[in-house]
């Protein structure tokens, strides 16, 4: 692509490792995961507001998924681990 960025969706206190869209198919905000270096994941609206923060792994996220319906996202870590989190879950 050429030319500037359109938006910026946020400033973060971690470096961001991986990132994953989830677009909306409702008329709602556009969804994104954004596994970070302290281990962390967020889940962030398109105006760029955080909607969860999950510290997640020992060590960087280092990738991440949604599954299909958006019900879940799969991380894994530099810890080794590959980990399943339910969207919907309180904790």
């Known amino acids: 692509m050429e030319g500037s960025p359109i938006a910026k969706?946020?400033?973060?206190d971690a470096y961001c490792t991986t990132m994953a869209f989830m677009p909306s198919s409702k008329g709602a905000d556009n969804t994104f995961a954004l596994g970070c270096a302290?281990?962390?994941?967020?889940?962030?609206?398109?105006?760029?507001?955080?909607?969860?923060?999950?510290?997640a792994h020992r060590g960087a996220v280092v990738?991440?998924?949604?599954?299909?319906?958006?019900?879940?996202?799969?991380t894994?870590?530099?810890?080794?681990t590959v980990k399943v989190w339910s969207r919907?879950?309180?904790?």
């Open 38 to 55: 302290d281990g962390s994941f967020r889940i962030m609206g398109e105006t760029g507001r955080e909607e969860k923060k999950v510290d």
């Open 88 to 91: 919907d879950r309180k904790s």
């Open 9 to 12: 969706l946020c400033d973060l």
């Open 63 to 74: 990738s991440l998924r949604w599954s299909f319906d958006g019900s879940a996202i799969a």
């Open 76 to 80: 894994a870590g530099e810890d080794g």
